[in-house]
């Protein structure tokens, strides 16, 4: 069962999104390190929250601006039901053209495709929101975990945390979302920070499956 915090998970999209802009040689380190930072990731600690509320927030519309592996990585996520139904896109801009992929999660199913492609990935959701006041001393010394106050991220009053392991990261969250993160892994930085932020209903029609694309499941 895939258990990534989420901030970690969107790390590992992110790189290998950069990678595949890369020439063939650097892409299977990419690839190796990727699933052995799966590995790591997987032992991390989950919330004692409820899964089903991922989020303090009911709905939103956030984009990021991000950096990996020297490319410039757009994200824009929608979600409503406190996370339990998200859209999102993930891409660069080459060439004009967008090169990345769309995830859909609804009824606890995640729906993943590129955006050229018309065969995606079905595959059960899992995510964990991490509370960092439920965390126990013994994974905090575990993860090297740190709390350093509230910062505000585009008007946002967030809580900052580091991480020292798997991959030493520092985080703003706000209502359990990463609105600003900083890591490094592989060697690279990579930096992912919030320039849009908008509290509203989303439209039903982001959660709506596409009928060009076929998704078989996988494990």
């Not at 595949?20 to 997987?42: A, H, L, R, Y």
């Not at 985080?171 to 849009?196: D, P, Q, R, S």
Request: aromatic residues 12%.
């Amino acid at each position: 069962m895939m258990k990534l915090p989420f901030f970690l998970s969107i790390f590992i999209l992110l790189l290998y999104l950069a990678s595949c802009s890369n020439n063939n040689k650097t892409q299977p380190d990419g690839n190796t390190q990727v699933e052995s930072f799966i590995e790591e990731t997987d032992k991390l600690p989950e919330s004692t929250a409820v899964s089903k509320q991922l989020f303090a927030v009911e709905s939103a519309y956030i984009k990021f601006l991000s950096k990996a592996a020297g490319q410039e990585i757009t994200r824009e996520w929608r979600f409503d039901q406190y996370g339990g139904r998200q859209y999102e896109e993930n891409y660069m801009l080459v060439m004009g053209q967008k090169m990345g992929d769309k995830t859909i999660v609804v009824d606890g199913f995640q729906y993943k495709w590129n955006f050229d492609s018309n065969e995606g990935r079905k595959s059960k959701f899992y995510q964990t929101a991490t509370d960092y006041d439920k965390i126990s001393e013994k994974d905090i010394e575990r993860y090297g975990i740190a709390k350093h106050g509230y910062e505000e991220v585009l008007g946002k009053k967030c809580l900052k945390v580091t991480i020292e392991r798997p991959a030493k990261s520092t985080i703003w969250l706000w209502n359990g979302i990463a609105l600003k993160t900083e890591a490094v892994f592989g060697g690279n930085e990579v930096h992912m920070v919030a320039v849009e932020i908008a509290e509203e209903a989303i439209d039903n029609a982001f959660f709506v499956l596409p009928d060009d694309v076929i998704f078989p499941d996988v494990n």
